[in-house]
Structures are given as C-alpha cells and as structure tokens.
C-alpha cells in the first residue's frame, strides 16, 4: 500500500464541498431564472388576455354603432314609418336633452319635405379606450328619396363613443361631422 501523501485526505472532502456549493449555486440561479419567467409568463398572459378582450369590446361597439347609425339615418315622412326613439337610447342624459329640440325640428322638416331616408355605414373603425369605452367612427351612405321619387346619395360621417353598461354597448356620445350639431 502505498502511503498517502500529506494533504490529500483534507483535498477530498474541500473539493466536494465546493462542488457542492457550486451546485447549489446553479441550483439558486436556476430557481431565480424560472421565477422571472414564470413573472414574464404571467405578464405576458395578462396583455393576451387585455388585447383580446379589446379586440372583443371593437367588434361588439363597432356592431351597436353600426345598428344606431342606421336607425338614426334611416326615417320617413309617412306616419308609423319612422322612429326617432333612438334619442331615448343615448345613455348620457345632458346629450340625449342636447338632441330632443334637434329631432322635433328634423321630424317636421322630413314630413314638411316629404322626405324619405334610408342609411347604411359603409365603412367603420374603432379606438378602443379600454374594455368598458370605444370611440368609432362611421362612415355613412343615406339614400334620399324626394317627394318625386328622385333619389340621391349623400354621405356623411359620425363619431360615437360607446360605453359598456350593465352588459350592453350603448352610445354615450355622438357628433355629425358633416352637419351642424347641437
């Protein structure tokens, strides 16, 4: 047997020891690393579901507009072939009392004129606010019809700013940018 030289039996157990630290140390890092991606992960996963839940809150906003615009858009001079209810559907009362005086007028203008109307958005778009707000903008083709049967196309456009209330888009702002508003 061959003697040990001096030192060795002390060498062993110092470099499994260190061995030993150094593991942990990876270990650590590795622990340290997953947390931070695991908090990647989770902010990640909160901006998918943010954008998606944007992306719905356009499409169902853009959907409503386009519903309101038409009924605002479309009326007749004929009794019960018209209705301008819709003012009783803009969900800030200080806008819904800003229009009231303005559909009275418009009312008596179209069965004055003997007007008829029929509109359509064309074209639309939507800045999301946040999940509960969208602002869109409409464009409008309103067909005319004269007393005459003459028709005409006019086109306009209108801004809206839906709010999301108790389930349901509703308008809470709107503006004629082609007409005079109140």
Same mark, same amino acid.
Request: proline fraction near 2%.
């Given at each position: 047997m061959r003697p040990e030289e001096p030192g060795t039996a002390r060498t062993l157990p110092v470099l499994l020891a260190a061995a030993l630290v150094a593991c942990l140390a990876v270990a650590g890092w590795l622990v340290v690393r997953h947390d931070d991606q695991s908090e990647q992960l989770a902010d990640v996963r909160e901006q998918v579901r943010r954008l998606d839940a944007e992306k719905q809150a356009s499409r169902a906003a853009l959907k409503a507009a386009g519903a309101f615009v038409a009924k605002v858009t479309t009326y007749s001079y004929k009794p019960g072939q018209h209705d301008f209810a819709w003012v009783e559907e803009l969900h800030d009362p200080e806008v819904r009392e800003r229009y009231e005086p303005v559909v009275? +007028?418009?009312?008596? *203008?179209?069965?004055?004129?003997? /007007? /008829? !109307?029929?509109?359509?958005?064309?074209? $639309? *778009? !939507?800045?999301?606010? +946040?999940? $509960?707000?969208?602002? &869109?903008? *409409?464009? &409008?083709?309103?067909?005319? /019809? +004269?007393?005459?049967?003459? &028709? $005409? &196309?006019?086109? $306009?456009?209108?801004t809206l700013t839906m709010q999301l209330v108790a389930g349901e888009w509703r308008v809470d702002e709107i503006r004629f940018l082609n007409a005079l508003n109140p």
């Open positions: 009275k +007028d418009l009312q008596r *203008a179209i069965r004055q004129n003997r /007007t /008829t !109307a029929e509109g359509r958005v064309v074209d $639309s *778009a !939507a800045r999301v606010v +946040d999940e $509960s707000q969208v602002e &869109v903008l *409409a464009f &409008v083709d309103q067909a005319l /019809t +004269d007393p005459g049967g003459e &028709v $005409s &196309v006019e086109q $306009s456009s209108i």
